[in-house]
């Protein structure tokens, strides 16, 4: 039964999401801490911090982790996850694709794209939301460390693996 759910709550992500998987996060945080309670939020957010330093894409690591946990530390969950979370994708991009490249100069597909980039930075910014909970911020350090990692990225352009290593080694040497 764990399988059928973990393949059905995500195979809804898959469908109803789009912008990528920060854009993902909130609705994946929605569904496995608030509605299924597979994960507690400090689980999720360990996953979430874990996920970006790992290869391949947020939602899947997510998804992948979340089906190994909820089904008791078996591959099969994690399959199952995984795959409900890409197959629409895989199936709309290669019904799209023929589609886009024919039409791709028409005036309204270009309005349909640039109604949705706005809604795509409206899912992201719910993510950071969903992100910024006091289990992440516990004191002043938190605020702290998230200050300047923004400044040094937006201002300073430094690189976002040199950022996590040296949030990681003031973490460590902080709490």
Known sequence: MIYLQLF????????FC?????????????????????LTMQEFSDIVAVSQMTPGPIAINTA????????????LGSVMATMALIIPSVILMILVSRFIIKYKNNQTVQGIFRAIRPVVVGLIASAVLVMATPV???????YLLFSLAFLAAY???????????????AGFLMY
């Open 8 to 15: 059905l709550t995500f195979l809804k992500i898959g469908l």
């Open 18 to 38: 789009f912008g990528g998987g920060y854009a993902m996060l909130s609705l994946i945080q929605d569904e496995v801490v608030g509605h299924h309670g597979w």
């Open 64 to 75: 992948t982790y979340v089906g190994y946990t909820s089904s008791g530390g078996n591959i």
């Open 136 to 142: 992440n911020f516990v004191d002043y350090r938190s």
């Open 155 to 169: 201002f300073y352009k430094v690189h976002p693996i040199l950022l996590m290593f040296l949030g990681g080694a």
